[in-house]
Nanobody, 115 residues
């Protein structure tokens, strides 16, 4: 199993920035991808960004140019730098890990953006 712990959420004004972290532990396979998802109240969980173990990234159009996903493989940690935050970016942000053997989700961290 792989355990994920997110942190870094909080309250920020529109236009501000936050940096989320997701620390992975357990049976981590060297070839994996890690993703950030988010879920606003009353809405479905949506994909935000992905990073492979090699550093390849991909972003949802809604966050492209404002969010940056990165990872430190020595610390088994993935980050999400969120800039120019908008009220519609608010929600619970979840980290996801997957490799050829398993998939795990974190418990989520709340992001609130005030207008």
């Amino acid at each position: 199993q792989v355990q994920l712990v997110e942190s870094g959420g909080g309250l920020v004004q529109a236009g501000g920035s936050l940096r989320l972290s997701c620390a992975a532990s357990g049976s981590i396979f060297s070839i994996n991808t890690m993703d950030w998802y988010r879920q606003a109240p009353g809405k479905q969980r949506e994909w935000v960004a992905t990073i492979s173990n090699g550093g390849s990234t991909n972003y949802a159009n809604s966050v492209k140019g404002r969010f940056t996903i990165s990872r430190d493989n020595t610390k088994n940690t993935v980050y999400l730098q969120m800039n120019s935050l908008k009220p519609e970016d608010a929600g619970v942000y979840y980290c996801k890990y997957n490799d050829r053997f398993r998939l795990s989700w974190g418990q989520g961290t709340q992001v609130t953006v005030s207008s």
